[in-house]
Protein backbone atom coordinates (compact mmCIF):
# COMPACT_ATOMS: atom_id res chain seq x y z
CA UNK A 1 0.00 0.00 0.00
CA UNK A 2 2.62 2.83 0.95
CA UNK A 3 4.13 2.11 -2.34
CA UNK A 4 1.46 4.25 -3.67
CA UNK A 5 1.63 6.88 -1.36
CA UNK A 6 3.26 10.12 -2.18
CA UNK A 7 4.96 12.51 0.20
CA UNK A 8 4.72 15.80 -0.36
CA UNK A 9 3.93 19.65 0.89
CA UNK A 10 1.59 20.16 -1.92
CA UNK A 11 -1.81 20.11 -0.51
CA UNK A 12 -4.31 17.65 -2.95
CA UNK A 13 -5.32 19.58 -5.94
CA UNK A 14 -8.20 21.96 -5.70
CA UNK A 15 -8.69 21.41 -2.05
CA UNK A 16 -9.10 24.88 -0.16
CA UNK A 17 -6.91 25.62 2.73
CA UNK A 18 -10.16 25.39 5.22
CA UNK A 19 -11.10 22.01 3.83
CA UNK A 20 -7.27 20.82 4.29
CA UNK A 21 -7.56 21.91 8.07
CA UNK A 22 -10.61 20.08 8.22
CA UNK A 23 -9.61 17.00 6.48
CA UNK A 24 -6.66 17.14 9.08
CA UNK A 25 -8.37 17.54 11.70
CA UNK A 26 -10.84 14.78 10.64
CA UNK A 27 -7.67 12.24 10.33
CA UNK A 28 -6.57 13.17 13.99
CA UNK A 29 -10.06 12.83 16.00
CA UNK A 30 -10.35 8.98 16.53
CA UNK A 31 -6.86 9.29 18.71
CA UNK A 32 -8.21 12.26 20.68
CA UNK A 33 -9.21 11.45 24.34
CA UNK A 34 -11.46 14.46 24.85
CA UNK A 35 -15.74 14.03 23.25
CA UNK A 36 -16.31 17.19 22.59
CA UNK A 37 -14.79 18.24 19.56
CA UNK A 38 -16.29 21.90 19.32
CA UNK A 39 -14.61 24.89 17.12
CA UNK A 40 -11.73 24.92 19.83
CA UNK A 41 -10.67 21.40 18.22
CA UNK A 42 -11.11 22.65 14.94
CA UNK A 43 -9.52 25.80 15.70
CA UNK A 44 -6.35 24.15 16.24
CA UNK A 45 -5.35 23.08 12.98
CA UNK A 46 -6.29 26.29 11.93
CA UNK A 47 -2.97 27.22 11.37
CA UNK A 48 -1.49 23.62 10.11
CA UNK A 49 -0.57 25.35 6.62
CA UNK A 50 1.10 28.95 7.97
CA UNK A 51 5.01 29.02 6.93
CA UNK A 52 4.61 25.79 4.82
CA UNK A 53 5.07 23.81 7.36
CA UNK A 54 3.19 20.51 6.70
CA UNK A 55 4.10 17.33 4.72
CA UNK A 56 1.19 15.52 3.19
CA UNK A 57 1.18 11.73 2.63
CA UNK A 58 -1.18 11.09 -0.57
CA UNK A 59 -2.94 8.55 -1.54
CA UNK A 60 -4.56 9.58 -5.22
CA UNK A 61 -5.72 12.85 -4.15
CA UNK A 62 -6.68 12.20 -0.43
CA UNK A 63 -4.86 13.12 2.63
CA UNK A 64 -4.32 9.72 4.95
CA UNK A 65 -1.45 11.02 6.94
CA UNK A 66 0.59 14.61 7.51
CA UNK A 67 3.35 15.60 9.72
CA UNK A 68 2.97 19.22 11.00
CA UNK A 69 5.94 21.37 12.35
CA UNK A 70 6.60 25.05 13.52
CA UNK A 71 9.76 27.09 13.36
CA UNK A 72 10.55 29.49 16.31
CA UNK A 73 11.44 33.30 15.00
CA UNK A 74 14.30 33.52 17.94
CA UNK A 75 15.19 30.25 17.73
CA UNK A 76 16.22 29.46 14.87
CA UNK A 77 17.49 26.10 15.20
CA UNK A 78 14.80 24.84 17.49
CA UNK A 79 11.91 23.24 15.69
CA UNK A 80 8.69 21.74 17.17
CA UNK A 81 7.39 18.59 15.90
CA UNK A 82 3.67 19.55 16.43
CA UNK A 83 1.57 17.06 14.82
CA UNK A 84 2.19 13.93 12.86
CA UNK A 85 -0.62 11.39 12.42
CA UNK A 86 -2.04 8.57 9.98
CA UNK A 87 -5.27 7.71 9.30
CA UNK A 88 -6.71 4.95 11.44
CA UNK A 89 -7.06 2.30 8.04
CA UNK A 90 -3.54 3.11 7.05
CA UNK A 91 -1.31 2.53 9.92
CA UNK A 92 0.98 -0.11 10.35
CA UNK A 93 2.20 0.14 6.39
CA UNK A 94 4.69 2.51 6.91
CA UNK A 95 3.41 5.83 6.55
CA UNK A 96 4.41 7.33 9.45
CA UNK A 97 8.09 6.01 8.75
CA UNK A 98 7.98 8.48 5.04
CA UNK A 99 6.77 11.15 6.58
CA UNK A 100 9.58 11.74 9.07
CA UNK A 101 12.44 10.14 7.04
CA UNK A 102 11.40 13.22 4.24
CA UNK A 103 10.98 15.67 7.47
CA UNK A 104 14.57 14.57 8.93
CA UNK A 105 16.17 14.42 5.44
CA UNK A 106 14.99 17.44 4.01
CA UNK A 107 13.87 20.15 7.09
CA UNK A 108 15.83 19.50 10.34
CA UNK A 109 19.41 20.06 8.80
CA UNK A 110 21.52 21.42 12.44
CA UNK A 111 18.37 21.64 13.99
CA UNK A 112 17.30 20.57 17.33
CA UNK A 113 13.40 19.21 17.41
CA UNK A 114 11.58 18.64 20.05
CA UNK A 115 8.04 17.05 20.62
CA UNK A 116 5.55 16.86 23.42
CA UNK A 117 3.74 13.09 23.29
CA UNK A 118 1.39 11.89 26.14
CA UNK A 119 2.94 9.39 28.29
CA UNK A 120 0.34 6.49 27.58
CA UNK A 121 1.06 6.52 23.89
CA UNK A 122 3.19 4.05 24.39
CA UNK A 123 3.06 3.73 20.16
CA UNK A 124 4.08 7.28 19.50
CA UNK A 125 7.13 6.85 21.67
CA UNK A 126 8.63 3.75 20.37
CA UNK A 127 8.04 5.36 16.71
CA UNK A 128 10.11 8.27 17.63
CA UNK A 129 12.54 6.63 19.44
CA UNK A 130 13.25 4.19 16.19
CA UNK A 131 13.91 7.85 14.87
CA UNK A 132 16.08 8.39 17.94
CA UNK A 133 14.84 10.93 19.71
CA UNK A 134 15.28 10.73 23.18
CA UNK A 135 12.85 11.45 26.18
CA UNK A 136 13.85 14.73 28.08
CA UNK A 137 12.07 16.04 31.16
CA UNK A 138 9.00 17.75 31.47
CA UNK A 139 8.70 20.10 34.25
CA UNK A 140 5.92 21.71 32.99
CA UNK A 141 3.34 19.01 32.37
CA UNK A 142 3.06 15.44 34.10
CA UNK A 143 1.22 13.20 31.70
CA UNK A 144 2.90 14.85 28.52
CA UNK A 145 6.89 13.50 27.83
CA UNK A 146 9.34 16.03 26.15
CA UNK A 147 11.74 14.14 23.57
CA UNK A 148 14.53 15.63 21.32
CA UNK A 149 16.55 14.87 18.29
CA UNK A 150 19.96 16.82 18.34
CA UNK A 151 21.26 17.00 14.81
CA UNK A 152 24.93 15.94 15.02
CA UNK A 153 26.19 19.58 15.05
CA UNK A 154 24.29 20.11 18.52
CA UNK A 155 25.29 16.50 19.87
CA UNK A 156 29.03 17.58 19.33
CA UNK A 157 28.07 20.45 21.35
CA UNK A 158 26.79 18.37 24.50
CA UNK A 159 30.27 16.28 23.94
CA UNK A 160 32.26 19.08 24.81
C1 LIG B 1 2.74 7.09 15.44
C2 LIG B 1 2.17 6.90 14.02
C3 LIG B 1 2.27 8.21 13.25
C4 LIG B 1 3.01 5.82 13.30
O1 LIG B 1 2.54 5.73 11.96
P1 LIG B 1 2.57 4.39 11.11
O2 LIG B 1 2.44 4.75 9.68
O3 LIG B 1 1.56 3.43 11.64
O4 LIG B 1 4.05 3.85 11.45
P2 LIG B 1 4.96 2.89 10.56
O5 LIG B 1 4.13 1.86 9.88
O6 LIG B 1 5.85 3.71 9.71
O7 LIG B 1 5.79 2.16 11.72
C5 LIG B 1 7.11 2.57 12.07
C6 LIG B 1 7.49 2.04 13.44
O8 LIG B 1 6.67 2.59 14.47
C7 LIG B 1 6.47 1.61 15.50
N1 LIG B 1 5.05 1.27 15.55
C8 LIG B 1 4.08 1.64 14.66
N2 LIG B 1 2.89 1.15 15.06
C9 LIG B 1 3.11 0.45 16.18
C10 LIG B 1 2.27 -0.27 17.08
N3 LIG B 1 0.94 -0.38 16.88
N4 LIG B 1 2.85 -0.85 18.17
C11 LIG B 1 4.17 -0.74 18.41
N5 LIG B 1 5.03 -0.06 17.59
C12 LIG B 1 4.50 0.52 16.51
C13 LIG B 1 7.30 0.42 15.12
O9 LIG B 1 8.60 0.59 15.68
C14 LIG B 1 7.35 0.54 13.61
O10 LIG B 1 8.46 -0.10 13.04
P3 LIG B 1 8.32 -1.62 12.49
O11 LIG B 1 7.23 -1.59 11.46
O12 LIG B 1 9.68 -1.90 11.94
O13 LIG B 1 7.95 -2.44 13.69
C15 LIG B 1 0.71 6.37 14.08
O14 LIG B 1 0.63 5.29 14.97
C16 LIG B 1 -0.33 7.41 14.48
O15 LIG B 1 -0.85 8.16 13.66
N6 LIG B 1 -0.69 7.42 15.77
C17 LIG B 1 -1.77 8.29 16.26
C18 LIG B 1 -1.38 9.72 16.33
C19 LIG B 1 -0.24 9.94 17.27
O16 LIG B 1 -0.16 9.34 18.34
N7 LIG B 1 0.66 10.83 16.87
C20 LIG B 1 1.77 11.24 17.67
C21 LIG B 1 1.30 12.23 18.65
S1 LIG B 1 2.63 13.12 19.33
Redesign the pocket.
Known amino acids: M?NKIKITTTPPKGMKPIDVCRACAKL?RP?MKQKFMGPIYYANFMGILDEKCVLFALEKNEIV?FLQWKRYKRDKELLL?N????RTD???????????NQFLEKYTENKLIH????KD????I???E?FGFRKSQSPKNDKVLEMIKLSPKFERFYDL
Open positions: SCYGLKLAVYLKNGIGTKLMLGVSNSVASFYK
